[in-house]
């Protein structure tokens, strides 16, 4: 029982022994039985050996396999008008999970934006509501609203970073301000912004 991914394509081996024939005079199959349809690939024969290359399943059937489905298999040699099965097994058939993740840079200043879709259901119509929003990031704050910002702007800043309960908001505030040491807004607005990072 051997386990096939459907989204790869596999090369199968066998090594064989043939008597009283030349390679070249046979043709073999590897045949899949998959919902009692039989789907055949054409192998390659050589002297000792017999090679199959099967495509990713995925593209030869239309549906979707699902996962751990056990498919038969099995090996065809024609020689002279005679059918013979050197070899069947099982296929047990899996969709290995894979996920793959790229950084991007363009080099661009641009502020990207993100869209989000709220789906609710009305009690009164019983239809299915769709709205998008899209979600501002934050834009840097200048260099002059830095030195006068007050205490007041730094719950503002937490507030347009996505925390907008008051007593998450103070509890940040009084963590920046033992950390910064300090009560000057400045000062505590940085060890905000690194809670704020960790938070995410």
């Given at each position: ?120 259901k009305s009690r009164s ?23 006068n910002i007050s205490e ?30 300090t009560s000057v807004p ?15």
């Amino acid at each position: 029982m051997l386990k096939l991914n459907v989204n790869q394509e596999k090369q199968l081996n066998f090594e064989i022994q043939i008597s009283g024939v030349q390679a070249d005079q046979l043709s073999s199959f590897l045949r899949i039985e998959i919902d009692e349809i039989e789907y055949g690939f054409p192998a390659q024969v050589k002297q000792e050996s017999v090679t199959v290359n099967l495509p990713a399943l995925k593209t030869v059937i239309a549906r979707k396999l699902k996962e751990g489905t056990e498919v038969n298999v099995k090996l065809e040699i024609i020689a002279d008008g005679h059918h013979l099965i050197p070899w069947k097994d099982t296929f047990i058939l899996s969709y290995p999970l894979v996920i793959e993740a790229k950084i991007i840079e363009d080099g661009s200043n641009s502020i990207p934006t993100f869209k989000t879709k709220l789906v609710t259901k009305s009690r009164s119509t019983k239809k299915v509501i769709q709205e998008d929003k899209v979600i501002e990031p934050l834009k840097k704050i200048s260099k002059e609203e830095v030195k006068n910002i007050s205490e007041e702007g730094v719950y503002e800043y937490m507030a347009r970073a996505g925390t907008k309960n008051e007593k998450i908001q103070r509890v940040i505030y009084e963590q920046a301000e033992i950390a910064a040491g300090t009560s000057v807004p400045i000062d505590v607005l940085r060890h905000v912004v690194k809670i704020l990072k960790k938070k995410r």
